[in-house]
């Protein structure tokens, strides 16, 4: 780790004296020699440049997979002089690499510190300039992981004021990532001003200087955020933060907006999380319910086992629309249909009711149409032997709930036989469910 941290922090002018050869003088560790020497051709001592840069890539990445910290960083000494390759192209590659593989190594190793780390990177930024915008906000993030706030602050405005020749497409990705970054800081410091104004009188002067700051940070930060939640991406963070700050301020229309284009503009990649922040703001405004089915329709699709799926039940259950009971049905059964979701007693209990309603109501085409299509799997998967005698030890509800449902579906006789041979009983202690006809 030694040789490691003293190769990073000398003076940028050092790095062009990295000799040629693996086994010079930089290289500190004896019992590497053997093995650089006898590697890629079968023991023949190979002291090629491009084979012996390579073959150490390659143990610096074979001790990243077994965590082995301390070897990694010996490897990554040597390996600096990939910056003195002849081949332009690996030459050009070359910082990024390092800069990858070398903050793996100190973000992990028992021996580094924030120190180290930001020695590192404020380096890699002056070897790499192509990569200084990428460095500096990875950099950031590692200050933010450590808590410091201010410091993380003025490495992105020192990158956000970087530049360097023409600015390219990628340059200006990274300009926005910085900046919405720098955005979620100030968020931050405007919610605990949001907080600490909750605690004063609307009256007292204190008041209105607060909401003032509060003022000044919001727009700071709706400049950050803009330009990137524009671009096509997945941009949560940034989204949710930005939509807390505009209800804030009662900019509603503003937020609908935000929210529309982020979940149903196509140039957006698919995101579940985009519907859920609509419809709990749609939610918090009231909406319609047509509105707010139409939302969770569109997540559905997605994600069929999401949590908000029963909420949705609900709503279907309780429309109107004969098209939307049928489709609360099949809802409930994409639910179960997951692993996840098969001790979940709120759908099981949702299921045993809808499906008693159902037979009431003289839709068993419903039933069946689901049912058809999971008869040769769900048997084993939900109501087996073994399923049931772990349902009636851990919770007996849930044991009746999906009892119920599986007399429905797969018949009384054998439901009610395999699971009393599951409880050790004669008779099930279960209410008796109704049944699909055949």
């Not at 910056?83 to 050009?92: H, N, P, V």
């Not at 300039?129 to 410091?151: D, F, P, R």
Request: hydrophobic share 40%; aromatic share 12%.
């Amino acid at each position: 780790m030694s040789d490691f941290s003293d190769e990073l922090t000398r003076p940028v002018a050092e790095v062009g004296q990295v000799k040629t050869s693996v086994l010079s003088s930089g290289m500190y560790i004896p019992w590497l020699r053997k093995q650089m020497e006898t590697v890629v051709t079968g023991r023949k001592k190979e002291k090629d440049f491009a084979q012996t840069t390579s073959a150490c890539l390659g143990f610096i990445q074979e001790a990243l997979l077994k965590h082995q910290w301390q070897e990694a960083a010996e490897y990554m000494h040597s390996y600096l002089q990939i910056l003195e390759d002849s081949d332009t192209s690996k030459r050009g590659a070359a910082p990024e690499i390092i800069w990858r593989l070398g903050s793996e190594i100190l973000y992990y190793h028992p021996k580094s510190n924030v120190e180290t780390f930001s020695s590192f990177a404020d380096r890699m930024k002056n070897i790499g300039v192509m990569n200084y915008l990428k460095i500096s906000l990875q950099h950031a993030l590692y200050l933010l992981h450590h808590g410091m706030l201010e410091e993380a602050n003025r490495n992105l405005s020192q990158a956000e004021a970087w530049r360097f020749g023409e600015k390219s497409s990628s340059q200006e990705v990274f300009i926005n990532l910085i900046q919405a970054y720098k955005g979620l800081l100030q968020y931050y410091t405007w919610s605990k001003k949001k907080r600490e104004l909750s605690k004063l009188d609307k009256e007292d002067y204190a008041y209105s200087t607060a909401s003032q700051n509060m003022l000044n940070h919001s727009w700071k930060t709706s400049i950050n955020f803009g330009a990137l939640i524009s671009i096509p991406g997945v941009w949560d963070p940034f989204v949710k933060s930005y939509i807390e700050m505009l209800e804030f301020y009662g900019d509603r229309d503003g937020a609908r907006e935000i929210l529309t284009n982020y979940a149903y503009d196509e140039k957006f990649p698919s995101n579940p999380n985009a519907h859920v922040y609509l419809y709990n703001f749609l939610k918090r405004e009231k909406a319609p319910k047509e509105k707010l089915i139409s939302v969770l329709k569109i997540l559905h699709q997605i994600v069929p086992s999401h949590k908000l799926m029963l909420e949705f039940h609900r709503l279907l259950r309780n429309s109107e629309k004969e098209e939307h009971h049928k489709l609360a049905l099949e809802v409930l059964f994409a639910v179960l249909d997951f692993a996840g979701c098969t001790n979940n007693i709120t759908a099981w209990k949702y299921l045993a009711k809808y499906l008693k309603q159902i037979l009431m109501g003289n839709h068993l085409a419903w039933v069946h149409k689901e049912w058809s299509s999971r008869k040769n799997w769900w048997p084993n998967f939900h109501f087996s032997y073994f399923l049931a005698k772990c349902d009636w030890t851990e919770d007996k509800a849930l044991a009746c709930e999906k009892a119920f449902v599986a007399g429905i579906l797969i018949g009384k006789e054998a439901t009610n036989d395999a699971f009393n041979r599951a409880v050790g009983r004669s008779e099930t202690p279960c209410g008796a469910p109704p049944q699909i006809p055949g």
